[in-house]
């Protein structure tokens, strides 16, 4: 979504709340929509909320090719021989 909107130039947090509903089913968009983080109209908010409502998208995220390599990057001068 963070792609289409600056494809779209979409900055504005409630266009953005709008779009993201409007991809989820009926069910999905009546839980979504009664999120306090979405009547309050905050987009970073409510994708808090949503890393929270489910788990797994951080998950996902941790399990990525860069999150591996961002570790990498930061690990890169820990020496895995015993040192002696």
């Given amino acids: 979504m963070e792609q289409l ?3 779209t130039e979409i900055t504005e947090d409630q266009k953005k709340l ?15 929509t009664s999120f306090e983080e979405y009547e309050a109209g905050s987009w970073n908010q409510f994708l808090e909320r949503l890393k929270t409502e489910y788990p ?3 998950t996902e995220k ?4 860069d999150h591996l390599r961002k570790l ?11 040192e002696e």
């Fill in 5 to 7: 909107f600056q494809t």
């Fill in 18 to 32: 709008d779009w993201i509903t409007g991809y989820v089913d009926a069910n999905i968009h009546d839980q979504w």
């Fill in 56 to 58: 797994e998208l951080t």
């Fill in 62 to 65: 941790q399990g990525s090719m």
């Fill in 72 to 82: 990498c990057r930061k690990n890169a001068g820990i020496n895995l021989l015993k």
